[in-house]
């Protein structure tokens, strides 16, 4: 592989981790705009690799399936 695009790989992977704990960071601040902004950076920046197998699985994926799940659902239509 070329050292030009090897850099700019490791330079993916490191934002992909910095996005990922900023949203996160978002999220646990109830700051749930903020969360949004850097969860879509980091869905943008992990399309950028070429070949999917490189790709990450999604870290905020739990997140929406328990915002999905009927459970969930029913326990705020409760309160």
């Not at 490791?10 to 109830?30: N, T, W």
């Not at 950076?41 to 950028?48: G, K, M, Q, S």
Request: aromatic share 12%.
């Amino acid at each position: 592989m070329h050292e030009k695009a090897e850099f700019s790989e490791r330079k993916i992977q490191d934002a992909l981790e910095e996005v990922e704990m900023k949203a996160l960071k978002s999220l646990a601040g109830y700051k749930f705009q903020m969360f949004g902004y850097w969860a879509s950076i980091w869905v943008h920046l992990n399309r950028l690799f070429p070949r999917s197998g490189e790709r990450r699985p999604n870290p905020f994926r739990h997140l929406v399936k328990v915002a999905k799940s009927p459970d969930w659902t029913h326990k705020i239509n409760e309160t």
